[in-house]
């Protein structure tokens, strides 16, 4: 069975094609998937889409419904299964429980607004002859995460030995996926029809902390360097003067205070069992895939 890498750079597909653990399963196609008919050229034997394209945090408003409008108007032409990965920010604020899948969406930023005008836009009426299906992640962590996520540059930077900075609080725990119990969970339930037209939570084993990500990565790595936590003034400040997308974490930093936790017994309950690979082993795999240029642990 071939997959296809799709994107924009030629290059970086490459790069990751080559760091995979099976690279013969993979072709490449480029082309950018705000056109649809280059999702046609790359897609049309298709049998699943898997979205996972997003667009620049600080452009989301401005291009997020134009990126979900490109992928469903492929989808629903040639009747494609899409799985659209998302996260929690519709939801809005934490519940004293973890949320189900059937939890009210009122979101309060508007970056929650726009996500949740996504979810509508997926699910419209208009794209009947498509099957989607979200499939919503806490934040996340792996070899396979990019800077954009919270996590991202924090462990390749301790996988460099280089000070760096955490995103938010570090001292309350929160929920955090593995990414790769989280692609597991994703893949399985492709293969159920019944689960299409539906959201779905993609839970993590529990919460922990940012001091305690930091303290299992820096022991795996051997190192001690510094890391400082960004709230609120700093990434204002780090925003207005370098970079744009930091000052646009800012509003979403209340999920860092407040964390909000995903029910995932629905998950469970139709795959039977869901991976959840303990922090001391998740984040040692992801330190050591790093330092090694691997993205299969």
């Not at 629903?76 to 934490?94: C, N, S, T």
């Not at 726009?114 to 208009?126: G, H, K």
Request: charged share 25%.
């Amino acid at each position: 069975m071939k997959s296809i890498l799709f994107g924009r750079s030629k290059e970086k597909l490459e790069q990751l094609k080559s760091k995979l653990h099976h690279p013969h399963l993979f072709t490449l196609a480029v082309g950018d998937a705000m056109k649809t008919t280059d999702l046609e050229k790359a897609g049309i034997n298709a049998d699943v889409i898997f979205h996972c394209a997003n667009v620049p945090y600080h452009k989301m408003e401005e291009q997020l419904l134009d990126l979900g409008e490109s992928v469903m108007t492929f989808a629903h032409r040639f009747q494609k299964k899409v799985i659209v990965a998302d996260g929690i920010y519709p939801y809005g604020k934490r519940t004293m429980a973890p949320a189900t899948e059937a939890h009210p969406k009122n979101p309060h930023t508007r970056k929650g607004k726009v996500r949740l005008d996504y979810e509508n836009l997926v699910f419209d009426n208009r794209f009947a002859n498509a099957m989607p299906m979200i499939v919503r992640l806490p934040d996340y962590y792996g070899p396979t995460a990019n800077d954009a996520s919270y996590l991202g540059m924090t462990m390749k930077d301790i996988a460099r030995n280089k000070s760096t900075f955490f995103l938010g609080n570090m001292r309350i725990p929160r929920e955090f996926v593995y990414l790769p119990d989280a692609a597991k969970m994703i893949l399985e339930l492709a293969y159920h029809d019944d689960a299409y037209r539906q959201n779905w939570h993609i839970p993590g084993p529990g919460l922990i902390s940012g001091r305690d990500i930091v303290k299992i990565a820096q022991q795996v790595n051997g190192s001690n360097k510094i890391v400082l936590p960004l709230g609120k003034f700093s990434l204002s400040i780090l925003g207005g003067l370098f970079q744009p997308v930091m000052k646009e974490v800012v509003e979403m930093l209340y999920l860092t205070e407040e964390p909000f936790v995903l029910n995932g017994e629905k998950t469970k309950n139709k795959l039977g069992t869901i991976p959840q690979t303990p922090f001391e082993q998740g984040i040692s795999e992801t330190i050591y895939a790093l330092k090694r240029g691997r993205i299969h642990p």
